[in-house]
């Protein structure tokens, strides 16, 4: 349990910048990680397992990339009870993302808007920091998983996308539990186009006959998920879906965040470009998840993502059809405590 209330820090957090406030606390997390320090938020990890794609999940409860986004604190994620992490995007060359101030906080709404980009530090800097990582050789029946989300690089063109994807995949693949292709962020330019049928379709061919390859190098097949925006056409999610199929992928991602502003008009930032998340994105992106489970059939793996902001959320996601849920923006407003919950919540649906 942890030993300081969140609303304490929540509100010396949301006296800062937002992204002032992200960056403290990433470091602050970075530097705690497996000292006594990491007490101020740990919080036990409900037993709830469920295997999917192969891997078995300590729970149904994740969080979401962009957070992580260097893979610097993975070890202190994990203690807050997550059955499984995130981190990423990570682009195969280091690069700034858009300039600042890129990230807003719409408290009214319980949302955030970003435009950052995929700032990061690069592949190499990556997966060095995955490396690092020591929580998940503790002596639990099942350690938390480490998913690692690859994107491309904003001065890849956009024809040439598939050579960066295919870059980050061979450079995380030995490190990964899962690797999750993001192809839905709104920050970056023309990105979603790789949502298109003809350009899904070549990606995803490329990245299975790589992956083929390097499940033969390294002696495992890692499961690769794939992440989609929530504004889609419901024909858009069905082609989608026959695609992941198609190309065998083993999961889907639903949803990155969302262009429509509808929910935040006339608050304050409530205009400024980039991608909303919060409880604005949780009807739409599980309308999604319902349109993927109806396409893809019982069996194939949904992580559903967007609006959680409370265990019945997280309820309202599993319901709609996804078989496990990533938070991102729910922690920033409820803090911790919230992971533990939400497993809890989903354990007791069985």
């Known amino acids: 349990m942890s030993l300081i209330p969140y609303a304490l820090a929540r509100s010396f957090l949301f006296g800062m910048d937002a992204e002032a406030a992200h960056e403290l606390t990433l470091d602050l997390l970075a530097r705690g ?13 409900v037993d709830d397992p469920v295997e999917l794609a192969g891997l078995v999940f300590p729970n149904r409860v994740g969080l979401a990339a962009g957070l992580d986004k260097n893979a610097r604190c993975i070890d202190a994620l994990a203690s807050m009870g997550f059955g499984f992490v995130e981190v990423g995007t990570v682009t195969p ?58 994107g491309k690089n904003a001065t890849t063109p956009i024809e040439d996308a598939t050579g960066d994807y295919l870059s980050g995949l061979e450079g995380v693949y030995p490190h990964a539990d899962y690797v ?8 970056t330019q023309n990105l979603r186009a790789l949502q298109g049928d003809a350009a ?18 390294h002696g495992r097949r890692v499961p690769v998920f ?36 509808t929910a935040v008009q006339g608050m304050r930032h409530g205009e400024e470009t980039g991608g909303l998340s919060g409880a604005p994105l949780l009807h739409a ?5 319902r349109q993927l489970r109806a396409a893809l059939g019982p069996r194939f793996p949904i992580i559903g993502v967007g609006g ?18 990533q938070i991102y923006t729910g922690l920033v407003y409820a803090g911790p405590a919230l992971v533990a919950q939400a497993a809890r919540a989903i354990q007791a649906m069985a």
């Open 33 to 45: 990680q497996g000292t006594p320090l990491q007490w101020a938020w740990c919080h036990e990890t």
């Open 93 to 150: 060359k280091a690069q700034p993302g858009n300039p600042r101030p890129r990230m807003f906080r719409l408290p009214e709404a319980r949302a955030l808007i970003n435009r950052l980009g995929f700032n990061n530090e690069g592949l190499d800097s990556f997966v060095h920091n995955v490396r690092q990582v020591g929580s998940r050789a503790q002596r639990r029946r099942h350690p938390a998983l480490l998913g690692l989300n690859i």
């Open 180 to 187: 999750a292709l993001n192809i839905s962020s709104p920050n």
């Open 200 to 217: 899904l379709d070549a990606l995803l061919g490329a990245i299975a006959a790589r992956r083929a390859a390097l499940a033969r190098q």
């Open 226 to 261: 794939v992440k989609i925006a929530p504004d889609l056409e419901e024909a858009q999610v069905s082609v989608i879906a026959a695609t992941l199929q198609r190309h065998d992928m083993d999961g889907v991602i639903a949803t990155n965040t969302t262009l429509n502003r």
């Open 285 to 289: 992106s599980n309308q999604v998840v």
């Open 308 to 325: 959680i902001m409370s265990a019945e959320d997280a309820v309202s996601k599993i319901r709609a059809g996804a078989d496990a849920v």
